[in-house]
């Protein structure tokens, strides 16, 4: 029992947070470090079957939909997470707000690469697939809303896990497409599948990490505007 007077000891809940931040940072940096090394081999034996020409094609898809994905993902990942620590009662509302916000901005910045991609270059048709192909993976950004509600947990820790278990398939998927001499459009879907494969994997590990609780969530016009403002 403690009196009301009493003063509380916080050092203790202190270290604990700074240990979960530490874990937390330290998963992420396991994540990067790994991707650095194999993902930079992989690259090289890439660029080296495909030749100067296709792999030119291959990173300018990837650059040119990179140019729009940061209209999709609108910037809400941090104000997200901070929001959530602030009113946790509120994470289903704010999580539903955010796919939202982000999913619709992923279909806008998909059509506006076709449309560019298609005025840039007329007449390049391995190009405009290629292009096409590799963007339609910016809708499926919306899916790392889940990984929000696991960086605002200091629980990274599965989102890595999702990431690295994608990656290492993905790569194999290269290595046999290089063997078996694929079309570069091959790799373009290898591309794609590999955000596919984590949005799939990313929503099944909250599903299971909360088991019978999952916050419903649900957009709001209010919460869209004050996320928007910050």
């Known amino acids: 029992m403690r009196f009301p007077n009493t003063p509380v000891d916080t050092s203790r809940d202190k270290k604990y947070e700074a240990k979960a931040i530490f874990r937390n940072t330290s998963w992420l940096l396991v994540d990067r470090l790994l991707r650095m090394s194999v ?6 034996w890439l660029a080296r079957y495909l030749g100067s ?9 990837i650059a040119f939909s990179g140019l729009f994905q940061s209209l999709s993902t609108l910037g809400l990942e941090s104000i997200a997470i901070r929001d959530i620590v602030r009113e946790p009662s509120k994470s289903g509302e704010i999580l539903g707000t955010v796919f939202s916000l982000q999913l619709i901005g992923g279909l806008i910045s998909l059509l506006l690469v076709i449309g560019t991609i298609i005025g840039l270059r007329p007449n390049e048709t391995l190009t405009h697939w290629i292009v096409i192909i590799v963007a339609a993976k910016i809708p ?3 899916f790392s809303t889940f990984d929000i509600w696991f960086q605002s947990q200091c629980q990274s820790k599965y989102t890595v896990c999702v990431k690295l278990f994608v990656f290492i398939l993905v790569s194999a998927l290269k290595v046999i497409a290089i063997n078996a001499h694929a079309p ?3 790799f373009a879907w290898v591309f794609l599948l590999e955000s596919i494969l984590f ?7 909250y599903k299971l990490v909360l088991e019978r609780y999952t916050p419903l969530w649900a957009a709001s016009v209010a919460r869209a ?3 928007l403002s910050s």
């Open 225 to 227: 505007k004050t996320l």
């Open 199 to 205: 949005s799939a994997g990313i929503g099944l590990a």
């Open 184 to 186: 570069l459009v091959i």
């Open 39 to 44: 993902g930079l081999f992989i690259g090289l």
């Open 140 to 142: 499926l950004n919306a």
């Open 53 to 61: 020409e296709n792999f030119g094609i291959y990173s300018y898809a």
